[in-house]
């Protein structure tokens, strides 16, 4: 079956022509106005992705993934946002959103995004997986039999989803707690971007793309804690590294 697609835009110009893009492109989808019709939708015929508008009347965006979350639904979510300065990005990625597109966008880019989203809740649905990135060692553990992964102090549970950093369990968001592990599966090796992006969106958004420095932000505010060291690290240039130093 096509993935189904919850497509919310106050904009009928926008709203009309994405809604044919992305039937032409395989997907069922169901296009609304507002926050309320939304919300009404995504309750009774749960789709497999939902694209919200930022600024719609009413109930906004950022209101309609805030109320998924607190019910616990864990479907992708690509915010559309006319808003671009990375304050206005991080409030969407606070909602519970798991990726952004800046208006005006090519409509290949939502595809894009889409389709990497959907692989990370699908993954029988990828195409052939990146070469493996190296990995340090994980003091005996072999991939794919561990029940945690453990490193720079902390320990993460892959099957459940959890995280902690000493005794603090961390709350992490889908794409956070993704980051992270990839980082902590190669402690002490420095990742570049497009390996990053490659991992973690499927898709390599460039050098202007400010997407991932946004998650490493957000991941630090997380993770740091008076006294203790930072865990991870801007290479300039290159990527970012997972230590405790």
Not at 171 to 200: C, K, P
Not at 202 to 225: E, H, I, M, T, W
Request: net charge negative.
């Amino acid at each position: 079956m096509p993935p189904t697609v919850l497509l919310a835009e106050d904009d009928r110009a926008i709203r009309n022509a994405l809604e044919r893009a992305l039937a032409l492109e395989g997907y069922r989808v169901t296009a609304v106005a507002d926050g309320v019709e939304a919300l009404a939708h995504a309750h009774k015929n749960p789709p497999d992705v939902l694209v919200l508008d930022v600024m719609m009347p009413g109930i906004d965006g950022l209101q309609v993934c805030r109320v998924l979350r607190a019910e616990g639904d864990r479907t992708p979510i690509l915010m559309l946002t006319a808003l671009v300065e990375t304050a206005d990005r991080i409030a969407g990625l606070d909602a519970g959103a798991d990726d952004y597109v800046v208006k005006p966008f090519d409509v290949e880019e939502v595809f894009a995004r889409l389709r990497a989203l959907l692989r990370r809740t699908n993954p029988d649905a990828a195409p052939e997986a990146a070469a493996p990135v190296p990995e340090a060692p994980k003091r005996g553990m072999e991939r794919g039999t561990e029940r945690h992964v453990e490193a720079a102090g902390l320990r993460m549970d892959p099957q459940a989803r959890r995280a902690w950093r000493g005794g603090r369990e961390l709350e992490l968001t889908r794409t956070e707690f993704e980051l992270l592990e990839l980082l902590a599966r190669n402690a002490g090796i420095v990742l570049d971007h497009s390996t990053i992006y490659d991992r973690i969106w499927g898709y390599d958004f460039g050098p202007g793309s400010k997407n991932l420095a946004v998650y490493v932000g957000y991941l630090r505010r997380k993770l740091d804690q008076p006294g203790a060291p930072q865990l991870i690290h801007t290479v300039r240039g290159v990527g970012y590294v997972l230590r405790e130093d």
